[in-house]
């Protein structure tokens, strides 16, 4: 079974600064989409980012991007020029085929930030 | 863009009733939507994918009997907690895929359950 391990559950960043977040993730198929969502106080679930497997092109998304290492399985989100806002419970979650085209979470990461 | 709108954002209701969820995808048609459960500061927890149509998947250790799922149309599932009890408190969120997109999911903005 696929699964989505994120290491850091807490991160702190200051204001305007870059922050990083680590996503790995354990599977045996080759086509798959991952993603990042943010969870803001206010519970609903927003996407971030999304990368397709297949493309080997980083995605970006205005001051949100990825480091996409296939075959390291790895998924990091970068976060440039911080701001308050960004502050929020930061998911990556992994897209089966095979499972049915269910999510699979990690168990997240907070991020503050800092003024 | 997909929107997933659920209500009731927030219930409470007594030891014992039921309590009905609904999620409805409103611009676009969806075939399957997935029930969450979350708690305080933890992840999502996969709980049932809900087929139009036909009858509900359920993860392993969920109880069929005690969460109800119908999705009588290509908008609209619905949850159901039956014979709710506090251990049934939580927050919960129902996602669906629009397929014309590029394989995201779109969440409903949850509802937090309190029984007292």
């Known amino acids: 079974a696929q699964t989505v391990t994120q290491s850091q559950p807490e991160m702190s960043v200051q204001e305007a600064e870059t922050v990083t977040l680590s996503c790995t993730y354990d599977?045996?198929?080759?086509?798959?989409?991952l993603f990042w969502y943010k969870q803001p106080p206010s519970r609903q679930m927003i996407l971030v980012i999304r990368?397709?497997?297949?493309?080997?092109q980083n995605a970006t998304e205005n001051r949100f991007s990825v480091n996409f290492q296939k075959a390291a399985k790895s998924f990091s989100l970068k976060i440039s020029d911080s701001q308050l806002g960004d502050a929020a419970m930061y998911f990556c979650?992994?897209?089966?085929?095979?499972?049915?085209?269910?999510?699979?979470f990690g168990a997240g990461t907070i991020l503050r930030v800092k003024s | 863009g997909a929107v997933v709108s659920q209500h009731p954002s927030r219930v409470i209701c007594k030891s014992g009733t039921s309590v009905k969820i609904e999620c409805r995808s409103l611009?676009?048609?969806?075939?399957?939507m997935f029930w969450y459960r979350q708690f305080p500061k933890q992840s999502l927890m996969l709980m049932a994918t809900?087929?139009?149509?036909?009858?509900?998947?359920?993860e392993q250790g969920v109880e069929k009997d005690k969460f109800l799922i119908n999705h009588a149309s290509l908008t609209l599932s619905t949850l159901t907690v039956t014979s709710a009890h506090p251990e049934d408190s939580s927050f919960y969120i129902c996602?669906?895929?629009?397929?014309?997109?590029?394989?995201?999911?779109?969440f409903g903005s949850g509802t937090r359950l309190t029984v007292v």
């Open positions: 996602s669906a895929r629009d397929v014309r997109g590029l394989g995201g999911y779109t």
């Open positions: 599977t045996s198929e080759s086509d798959y989409y």
């Open positions: 990368q397709e497997a297949y493309k080997q």
């Open positions: 979650a992994y897209l089966s085929r095979e499972y049915g085209n269910k999510l699979v």
């Open positions: 611009d676009f048609q969806a075939t399957t």
């Open positions: 809900s087929n139009e149509g036909s009858k509900a998947t359920y």
